[in-house]
Structures are given as structure tokens and as C-alpha cells.
């Protein structure tokens, strides 16, 4: 079991890494994160989860998003998610990537 404190700190170190990185969409169009904050509501099937809530600005050469991958500053990939994202000319694009923290053996 993971103790609240310590999923705390696990959140907090998300966000710093997160801020100022980007989504690499498509793997090839990297677009920069506007926005990011950590979902307060429960993660079904997840007991130690962690739902990031990431926006950026929409690319207009990419009417639908197929992968994406959450990376920081530095471009560490912290979350990926697959599918199939019609933009249908949106002006933002808000993703979830959920990630589930894990103790040590």
C-alpha cells in the first residue's frame, strides 16, 4: 500500500515534469502542454491512480490523433494512449493519461 502522503509527492513531482513539455502527436508533431492538472475523482479499476488532465493548442495539420505521448522538458515520456481522436477542427485538445503508482518490492 502506498501511503496518501507519498501519492501526493508522486503527484506534485508529476506536474513539475509535465509543466512546460509537450505531446508528441502522431509521432510526429510535438505540441506544447498549455495546461495540466491531476483529476481529483477516483480511477475505476486503479487503486494508486493518477489521471493527468493535459491541454494544448490544436494542430490544424492533424485532423485525427492516432497516438500521443506525454513527455516532459526534458522529452521523457511519461504516459502514452492510442486510438483514434477525430479533431474535427477543435481549438484545444484535452487528454487524459492515467498512470498508476506502484511500491517497490
Known amino acids: 500500500m502506498i501511503l496518501p502522503s507519498y501519492l501526493q509527492t508522486i503527484r ?3 506536474l513539475a515534469r509535465v509543466s512546460g513539455g509537450d505531446i508528441l ?5 510535438s505540441v506544447p502542454v498549455q495546461a495540466v492538472e491531476i483529476a481529483s475523482h477516483p480511477i475505476a479499476g486503479i ?3 493518477i489521471a493527468l488532465q493535459v491541454s494544448a493548442q490544436h494542430v490544424a495539420s492533424v485532423p485525427v490523433i492516432t497516438s500521443a ?3 516532459t522538458r526534458t522529452g521523457a515520456i511519461v504516459a502514452e494512449k492510442t486510438g483514434n481522436i477525430e479533431v ?3 481549438q484545444f485538445i484535452n487528454l487524459s493519461f492515467v498512470i ?3 511500491g517497490g518490492v
Open 47 to 49: 487503486k494508486d491512480g
Open 69 to 71: 505521448k506525454l513527455r
Open 88 to 90: 474535427n477542427g477543435a
Open 12 to 14: 506534485n513531482d508529476l
Open 100 to 102: 498508476e503508482a506502484r
Open 25 to 29: 502527436i502522431n509521432g510526429s508533431v
